[in-house]
């Protein structure tokens, strides 16, 4: 089952605009994390959100968690053409098993 | 630092054939590990976890299974692949450990596989 879900299924933007991508949940979490893709290759963990936490920066990333809504958003800001990738969000479930939504296609076009 | 080694990168298979997808992992020890599958434009699915030396758990019923012969070696196997095993097979490790929530995926390159 996918228990993080994205919005929206795809995203094209303007180099040097902001980029949000949302994910919402169905149980309770530990933690929600997001990974990006690029194309063909393997995902890379980009920021871990705890379930105590709001707001988390890294770089040009901003997430929020909202765990009354379930929900949490991935902000890029100043997008540049290399950001063009998947986005996925995943929930750490009990038992080490990560579950990851089906994710949002960014394209940045310069 | 902790590498993760996964192939081959693509592979094309005949459907009846067998399958053996290799991973292992550098740098690391005692680490879960994983195989999600991942279908054109589509989300991850997992398929086998294992938290250590020939421990696996089966996440969906299907033709595949999985073995953990080494600490750091996961494979992935087939006896008669089927068209519907096409995809993108990604191996991943974490550090171990239910008091470590918080340890992220790391991801190998994946391995195409196009059963025709």
């Known amino acids: 089952s996918q228990q993080g879900e994205e919005d929206p299924q795809a995203l094209s933007i303007q180099e040097g605009e902001n980029a949000t991508m949302n994910c919402s949940y169905k149980?309770?979490?530990?933690?929600l994390q997001w990974y990006r893709q690029n194309s063909g290759r393997g995902l890379v963990h980009l920021i871990l959100?705890?379930?105590?936490?709001r707001e988390k920066h890294s770089g040009r990333l901003r997430v929020t968690l909202d765990t009354s809504k379930k929900s949490s958003s991935l902000l890029i800001t100043a997008s540049r053409a290399a950001d063009t990738a998947s986005y996925f969000c995943?929930?750490?479930?009990?038992?080490?098993?990560?579950?990851f939504g089906a994710g949002t296609i960014l394209r940045v076009k310069s | 630092s902790q590498t993760i080694h996964q192939w081959p990168a693509t592979l094309v298979q005949p459907v009846g054939s067998p399958l053996s997808l290799e991973c292992t992992v550098e740098?690391?020890?005692?680490?879960?590990l994983y195989w999600y599958r991942q279908a054109a434009g589509r989300g991850l699915q997992l398929l086998f976890y294992?938290?250590?030396?020939?421990?696996i758990s089966s996440e969906v019923p299907q033709n595949l299974s999985a073995s953990r012969p080494q600490d750091r070696q996961f494979i992935l196997s087939s006896k008669k692949l089927l068209l519907s095993d096409s995809g993108f097979y990604l191996c991943?490790?974490?550090?171990?450990?239910?008091?470590?929530?918080?340890?992220?995926?790391?991801f190998g390159n994946g391995t195409r596989l196009t059963v025709t």
């Open positions: 991943a490790w974490s550090v171990r450990g239910e008091t470590n929530p918080f340890s992220p995926l790391h």
């Open positions: 149980t309770s979490i530990n933690n």
């Open positions: 959100i705890r379930s105590n936490e």
């Open positions: 995943a929930k750490r479930e009990y038992g080490n098993k990560l579950v």
């Open positions: 740098g690391t020890s005692n680490p879960n």
């Open positions: 294992s938290v250590g030396i020939g421990q």
